[in-house]
């Protein structure tokens, strides 16, 4: 049902990738989040708006694990994120 | 109450300030306070100008919030204010120039120095952070925590090391990478810094054991453990941004640890052989 829903990062994040770990740190609040290496790659992927269906196909391929897998995990992260005013859910 | 200011110029991490006033008691007191940071040199670049009194005698706001400085930034002048416990004061990011209004005694002025600073190290790549910093054979040793953690324990048990701070480290990138400069900003101690500066070897969170020895840190997992210890005055998202970046810069180029250690001075062992 989500699947054509549109992610992108919020403008008011800033973010380094280091050893595949994004850290992102939220520049109203300054909390900072450690992304593990799935959910880095869509961050990074976030950095442009895109559908959550190609982020799962894409998730799928990288990490070379099923579909429903894949999308169980990308919506997983893109809710929660979503809830903490890291990522844009349109 | 003289009707001159007087003029004191102090030299903190290689920023110039010139602290005015008419309140003699307070010049009294910062010359006997910042003795190891009066400057001779002339070139102030930074002015702050300071009364001493209460904010109902001046028409301003009060705020008794003890959960933090309330801080603010005026887009059209430029101009970051902070309210904290009887602390007012203003500071101009561009023309350097600063007000502030404090109840009589020390605390008011460092304050408002450690919010000035904050903000002026944000620009240049540098940032205040809850360590202290020992400089030993000509580098300096950082050791982050927040309260409790064994900054000032690490200190004082370190009598043949140079004191840089015993609680808050004054950090900025140079030419050859990042030092770590003595400030007035201290702790339990109540011992200010030297005014000295050196190259940081290494970053040393401290973690109280029973024993001692040291676990080497990524830079993501340094990082991590860093950002809760950076002094954070502002909630605005450029100088966020700023600081972050120098966060990233810092664990990027600079090795760091958990300490794990007993609170005795041997711990220095596993230091000078890493």
Known sequence: ?90 | MGKVPRVISLSIGGEAVKIRSKDREFIEQTKFRYAEFISSSVRSCAVIDVEIGVSEDFGLPFSQASDGPEVKFDCAKEEWTINWMGLYGRWNIHTKRGWMLSRPGPSGFNSFLRFVFSLNLAAKNGGLIHASSLIKKGQTYIFPGKSGAGKSTVARLSPDAILLSDDISLVKKGRSGFSAYGNPFWGELNVGGENEAAPIKGIYFLVKDTKNYLDILSPAQALRRLLPNVVFFARDRAFSRRLFNFCVDLTADIPAYNLHFVPDSSFWRCLDDG
């Open chain 1, 1 to 90: 049902m989500m699947d054509k829903f549109v992610v992108v990062n919020e403008n008011k994040t800033a973010y380094r990738v280091i050893d595949d770990e994004a850290v992102v740190v939220n520049l109203e609040n300054s909390t900072f989040h450690v992304l593990n290496p799935v959910a880095s790659y869509i961050w990074q992927m976030a950095e442009k708006k895109i559908q959550v269906k190609d982020i799962v196909k894409k998730v799928s391929e990288e990490f070379d694990v099923d579909f429903e897998t894949a999308r169980e995990d990308c919506l997983e992260f893109i809710i929660k994120s979503s809830d903490e005013n890291l990522l844009i859910l349109c």
